[in-house]
């Protein structure tokens, strides 16, 4: 299957009302050149999944600002005030996780396994809705593993197989989500033919396509 396709090929691979993994820490090491093309699809209703809000001009702030995000999953939103203000008028629904138990949820779902125990925001309003389990005199939160129809990640390096590299920080939560969506789409900042294998962080049988990064200002160094 050829994995490297243009930017304008992405439309076919959105719908309204699907869920999205989109990697990053703070805008750094988030697929943005995608990111805009979401905006530009207009696709609506979205559930993104992802360790914070962004910024209102970078990473999925600009969807939340735009209006196509009606449900976000991420550990903090502090960066972003249009995020705050739409979940305090009920227009967006947020669900603030601890960002251990996030990426945990997310690699729970990748793995396939059930999910997992954790004493993580007990006595809290995280445990509220949810099943608690004793082991040997001890409490547990059991958190439920976390999938989405589809992971955005970043890749620094990316091979034409789609075997990724990341630099420094850029590395974050790719590749995690990038085991855990039913369709995962890397946005490359530079494609080569070959990667060493020995030095391989995600590899290409996690992903379905690539995207060349477009020059947007960004440099992730």
């Not at 993104?48 to 209006?67: E, M, Q, R, S």
């Not at 976390?146 to 990724?164: C, F, M």
């Not at 369709?183 to 900042?189: T, Y």
Request: net charge negative; charged share 20%; glycine share 10%.
């Amino acid at each position: 299957m050829k994995k490297l396709i243009n930017k304008n090929e992405l439309q076919k691979h959105f719908f309204d009302g699907m869920s999205i993994l989109v990697g990053g820490f703070m805008a750094v090491g988030t697929p943005e050149t995608i990111i805009d093309e979401i905006v530009n699809l207009d696709i609506r209703d979205i559930t993104i999944i992802c360790d914070d809000a962004g910024f209102i001009d970078k990473g999925v702030g600009k969807l939340i600002v735009n209006g196509q995000v009606t449900k976000l999953i991420a550990s903090h939103i502090g960066l972003n005030p249009e995020a705050g203000r739409l979940m305090s008028e009920n227009k967006m629904e947020v669900s603030l996780i601890p960002q251990g138990t996030l990426i945990e949820q997310i690699r729970a779902g990748g793995a396939g396994l059930g999910g997992f125990l954790t004493p993580t925001g007990l006595g809290t309003i995280v445990e509220n809705g949810k099943e608690i389990i004793e082991i040997n005199g001890s409490r547990y939160i059991l958190e439920t593993p976390i999938k989405a129809d589809l992971a955005l990640i970043y890749g620094s390096t990316v091979d034409e197989y789609g075997n990724v590299l990341y630099t420094k920080t850029t590395r974050n939560f790719n590749p995690i989500m990038a085991t855990a969506g039913n369709k995962v789409i890397v946005e490359a900042r530079e494609i080569v033919k070959y990667i060493d294998p020995d030095v391989i962080i995600t590899p290409h049988i996690f992903i379905d396509y690539i995207v060349k990064e477009d020059n947007n200002g960004y440099i992730w160094d």
